[in-house]
């Protein structure tokens, strides 16, 4: 049974195929998204059912798939490990993926590059199962790349559009900055676990989950700054995936690629990476309390920062780019939570339960914004339109339900997970040691619920309440998106209302996702209190207030006086945070790389390009040497063998 | 007379090259009865018996694949081990892969000629890699070289192919003199001719005499890899032969050489005393080899040139991991992985380049190559894999291929070997020169087949082998193990 787990890489791989072979033969490119959806339809099937035949006894479970490599001492197997966080994620990729594929049907209906974009996201959606599977930390950095290639292939998939390619290299760049720091975190740990006693173990097996799992006790104990180096590199990675502060400056600007790529990298395929590797090292990060609580800061401050953004964009992505910073902000403060061992397992509870619920309404969101730009032909801009519940009477009802779960009105998806989240925070705010911390990080978790409040009512009144207005790209008649694209929202919609409400009532997650070694149930799950729940939908109700009367006052926008103008601005250029980075990071490396050009072009080169001669003047002049004559040949041939003998002599 | 059960063993270890000898026959008989008819000599007559030779070669296989091979069969003159088998199977796909490519090709006079020559040289091949006897290994080698004197005749009849024919028959034979004299010294030093008994007798007494024996036994199997300087022939013969012969000629010699290199080199028999004259000579050879095969096919236009030099240098590669076996006596998997790899990456290339020309026995410049992907896709895409993988590049088995020769140079932690090994290196690189120059030129824009009367890509069978040789380097990346 648990082999069936292999059939999701191995369809998806030959979806991935099948693309490309369309793609390189142009051939029947109007088909190009049937392998893409029927594996997905198969993957997300298989892992549905993993999933229900392994409720209750709950175990980890590791299969090997094939050897890829053994070559004396070097082993390179991969195996897949099975275990409640695994299928959990699993399950959200396989089965949104599935949705907003069938979208992207419709979306891309047309596109140049329909063959191509409906490839890239089968290998997308392969290399983010694989990551999710695989039972070894490097291995699974493999496959991180992989999504990191995949995601730079998707944003830029408008290559010819300059902005788009300036994003794709923005988040591939990025990204890699953080992963640099990921793989030498996976380097010293390797080194690490070396250090307690695994010398022994082959190279890359040293890796494997377990192996790690066991050896960091041990580590802590010996190597604790060791241990500490390699949490807070192993979370400098997560948060360049996660696109948590200051890393979250590519995210936003990632939607320059097809919508329901941004559907995709926002909800399940990408973002959601680094909060799965801080689930996945858990255990780990439960002996480095010191980084879980800069996690906790770094969530917080992403938290109110993207909702701060949020506020005072104007594209209608955008505001659901920036939300998602701040919802996966939420999602890394409640690791922060974790900086008390015993909450570590709630936790990462909460934080799968916040992952699913956000996948659900983002996914939703993200595609209802597809319609809206669709009907508005590519327009994004809300100055631009406005009113467009009559337009667009489906889209509307959805898009609404994707705002309510999101912004946490109960009994909506988000409700429930993000009261999980902050329930969470208030259990230990007596506690003498990180008290204080967790009254700041529940302020400012209750804030970014007050700041998502606002700024989804903001973009839902602005785009579909008021006078309808249309932009010039509309044209006259603008148009309903079809039912096969309204159906994956059908069903989102469903999920975005319900989820939550099941899954908590069920109860049922905690015991499924911490069969985590050291993490044992404490079976006290965080009730929030009432007063918690009252305040945070007394916040939701006056986010929605203030929202409807900073547009119903001052028209469109707000108005801009004094220092409340200043504090827009501030914000409508995202703090200059991309400034600071390009002035520290991009300015002086393109000055170093050009000096290092120099150096490359004037010396470098001159002695290769003059090397390169070499080979071939050695040629030209053995070339006459190769006469044709038979005597000659037989002559030389005789010559060598005198030599190899006269060398035996001189040898023996 | 009665068959007992120890007899039918013993012939176990060649029952493939007995089955390839007998359709072989049959063949050859049956050939005598077809009216040789002049004006036939256009049209292509032979597809049926290059099917019926195929079908052998992959009966064969199969049950060479099927038989109980975990059993270790041994007579005086042949044995199966590790060696042989993987040598075998190593030898029947070079056969079919050879056969495949040459279904529209052979001489349409000679086609039963032509493919029973062709199994009694892959017969030939499989005798090599069980032999356990300088005999029969001799005996097996010239089983090897004199259908493919035969094969270089009838296949290119115009004065080229005399010529060619004439130079590797000539040469052919001083190696083989070369070979039976080092022979004879051995043999007078241990009083045996098994290769076992050779090796143990020599490890007693250790002389002078031992070495000039084995010098020149290994400077006649030099002539079959194309070591430097024994190489002058490789560059004239494929010239001057059609394509699918010189497909053939830069393999089947190549892996018979080596697998009789490790025979008499690489068991863990060898005397300690002899190794490092033995060391010594190898990489002299290797050096010389990769280096000068290198150079050379830098400075080559023609497609069929180049592809000797290149292989020329692919044996100096080979040589290393020989005499990286030879210190550190591990397993022979690093030289056969290379031999495999090298199989289907060069007969993938040279069926690709076969179809380009109406004749095999056309030159095929360089300049022919350009802009083929956009010509013909499958073709391009086929050629350009092979090209990677002749590089070494991941994705494609030359790059195990390498990586296996470089690690068995490396595992040891020996000066020469590393020194080799940095050599190596270099020559790769100087390699990757004119690989990489085929690569843009396959892909470039421009193309050469404005003109398509030159082309005729029709040769379905030629096309097919170069796909199937494209995808098994990609297959064998990723899954090694089958190597």
Known sequence: MLNLVWLIPLVLMLALLAGVLICLFRKGAELAHVPTIVGLSISSAVSLILLFTSQGGVHVAITEGYTWLSLGGMHVPITARLDGIGLIQLNVVTCISLLVAVYARGYMLGDPGYARFFAIISAFVFAMVMLVLVGNLFVLYAFWEGVGLCSYLLIGHWYRRPSAAKAAMKAFLVNRLADCAFLVGILLLWHGIGLVGAENLATVGRLDFDVIFDAVPALAQRQPDLLWWVGLLLLIGAIGKSAQFPFHVWLPDAMEGPTPVSALIHATTMVTAGVYLLARMSPLLLLTPDVLLIAGWLGAITAVLGGLIALFQDDLKRVLAYSTVSQLGLLFLAFGAGVNGELLPLAVVAAMFHLITHAFFKALLFLTAGNVMHAMGDCIDMRKFGGLR???????????????????????????????????????????????????????????????????????????????????????HPHEATAMMLAPLYILAVGSALIGLVIASTGALAEFVLPIPFLTDPHAHPHAGWWLVIASVGLVMAGATIAYYSISTSGVAAKRSGVPARFAELTSNR???????????????????????????????????RGATIPSAIGGRLRTYQTGVLPNYALTMALGIVALVALAFLRG | MIITQEMLNNLIPVFPALGLIAAGCILLAIGLFQAPSPQAANESHGHGWAWGSLAVLLVIWGSWLFSSTQVEYASSLFRTDLLSRSGTHLALLAGCLITALTINKAPSRHACEFHSCLLFLIAGLALVTASSNLTSLYLSLELISIPTVLLLSISRRDNAGREATLKYFALSAFSSAIFLMGASYLFGLAGTTSIDGLVRAIGANSSTMAYIGFVLVIAGL??????????????????????????????????????????????????????????????????????????????????????????????????????????????????????????????????????LRARTDQDVELNDLNGLTSTNLWLGISLSICVLSLIGIPITAGFWAKFEIFRGLLTPGDRLLLFAAVFMAINAAIGAIYYVDILIRLNSSTTAWKNVSLTTLTDKPAIVTCVFCACMTLVWFIVPTWM
């Open chain 1, 390 to 476: 009559k337009v667009l009477p489906s889209t509307h009802i959805l898009f609404l339900i994707g705002a309510l779960a999101l912004v946490g009105a109960p009994p909506l998806a988000g409700f429930w997970s993000k009261e999980g989240i902050l329930g969470l925070l208030t259990l230990e705010i007596g506690n003498p040691q990180y008290g204080s911390v967790f009254a700041i990080w529940l302020f400012m978790g209750l804030l970014s619920t007050l700041l998502t409040a606002i700024y989804t009512f903001r973009a839902y009144l602005r785009t579909f309440w008021g006078d309808v207005k249309l932009p010039a790209q509309a044209g006259a």
């Open chain 1, 575 to 609: 703090f200059y945070l991309d400034e600071v980075f390009y002035f520290c990071l991009v300015a002086p490396t393109q000055h170093l790389s050009k000096m290092v050009g120099i150096f490359d072009s004037q010396f470098i080169d001159r002695v290769i390009r």
């Open chain 2, 222 to 355: 030099a002539f079959r890899v194309t070591a430097v300087p024994f190489h002058f022939y490789a560059s004239d013969v494929f010239s001057g032969s059609s394509l699918p012969m010189a497909a053939m000629l830069s393999t089947i010699p190549k892996i018979a050489g080596f697998v009789a290199m490790i025979k008499l080199l690489g068991g863990p028999t060898l005397n300690a005393a002899l190794v490092p004259v033995a060391l010594t000579t190898l990489i002299l050879l290797a050096l010389a080899t990769m280096t000068l095969g290198n150079c050379l096919a830098l400075v080559q236009s023609q497609c069929r040139k180049l592809l000797a030099y290149s292989s020329i240098a692919h044996s100096g590669y080979i040589m290393l991991g020989l005499a990286a076996l030879l210190v550190q006596g591990a397993s022979s998997r690093a030289v056969l992985v290379y031999l495999a790899a090298y199989v289907i990456m060069t007969i993938g290339f040279f069926a690709g380049i076969s179809t």
